[in-house]
């Protein structure tokens, strides 16, 4: 796990997700190593392979919202919104005041084409954090209102 936190900082991200699996692998099932893991297989485009380490993550740790909206992401990106929504709708239940948790459910709802409430999830992301970029870049992205 610490090696993987290592290749984090120095931006190799093949690297840690080996480490950060061979730590799994080895039986640590921690929660900061099923994160860690979890988020390098998003990064590395596997969203099937984190959704189980999103899984266990959110049973170990019920309150832990990051957990929530990873697995709703890696829901998401496997072409899932419908069953991302109540993942991400958790996050925000948890941590409403992170612009994170309102972006995600702006994506996921903008994905089940339900472009009025993702435009206010995005906005209220943007409210949240002026600077949060990938926001304000989806909201720019979202159809025109009808």
Same mark, same amino acid.
């Given at each position: #796990? #610490?090696? +993987? ?12 997700? !080996?480490?950060?699996? *061979? ?12 994160? #860690?893991? +979890? ?19 959110? !049973?170990? *740790? ?7 909206? #990873? ?7 496997? +072409? ?6 109540? &993942? ?21 709802? *903008? &994905? ?6 993702? =435009? ?6 943007? =409210?949240?954090? @002026? !600077?949060?970029? @990938?926001?304000? &870049?989806?909201?720019? =992205? ?5």
């Amino acid at each position: #796990n #610490n090696l +993987g936190t290592l290749y984090l900082r120095v931006n190799q991200l093949e690297a840690a997700r !080996q480490a950060f699996r *061979r730590a799994y692998d080895l039986g640590m099932h921690d929660w900061f190593v099923l994160h #860690n893991l +979890g988020v390098c297989e998003l990064q590395a485009h596997d969203p099937a392979a984190a959704e189980p380490l999103f899984d266990e993550l959110v !049973q170990k *740790r019920p309150q832990m919202w990051q957990a929530w909206q #990873n697995r709703g992401i890696a829901k998401l990106d496997q +072409g899932r919104a419908a069953e991302a929504l109540p &993942d991400v709708e958790r996050a925000v239940a948890l941590a409403p005041r992170e612009a994170d948790t309102h972006y995600t459910r702006g994506l996921v709802l *903008r &994905d089940l084409g339900r472009i009025a409430e993702a =435009r206010a999830s995005l906005a209220e992301a943007q =409210r949240l954090s @002026p !600077q949060h970029t @990938p926001s304000r &870049d989806a909201l720019s =992205r979202l159809p025109a209102a009808p």
